[in-house]
């Protein structure tokens, strides 16, 4: 049974830091290209990173490039997002997300909610 558990949200000043962290068990973690996605009231889901099965390769939306960085330690089960320069656009739920097949994923993808964890606020205000 996949789960994923969430952590590191909370409330930050625009120009701060958080980094999140995903805690992976269920499944074989080092063998999926996992996902970081996000979901506000306004803007709806919005697909925020990804990274393959070795840490090699990264892709983030144009709204964070820059900004944020994934990352993933296999020894540990565990995917982060390194979150800098938070605005406050970027208030929003975050979600982690485990690719459907074992060795695949694509920019842009969004998992099936099958797949995320349950989530971790943040919010960005002053």
Aim: charged share 15%; hydrophobic share 30%; net charge positive.
């Amino acid at each position: 049974q996949v789960q994923l558990v969430e952590s590191g949200g909370g409330l930050v000043q625009p120009g701060g830091t958080l980094k999140l962290s995903c805690a992976a068990s269920g499944f074989t973690f080092s063998s999926y290209w996992m996902y970081w996605v996000r979901l506000t009231p306004g803007k709806g889901l919005e697909w925020v990173s990804v990274i393959n099965t070795g840490g090699t390769t990264t892709y983030y939306a144009d709204s964070v490039k820059g900004r944020f960085t994934i990352s993933r330690d296999n020894a540990k089960n565990t995917l982060y997002l390194q979150m800098n320069s938070l605005k406050p656009e970027d208030t929003a739920v975050y979600y982690c997300a485990r690719d459907t097949h074992p060795n695949s994923g694509t920019y842009n993808y969004v998992p099936p909610k099958d797949y995320w964890g349950q989530g971790t606020q943040v919010t960005v205000s002053s």
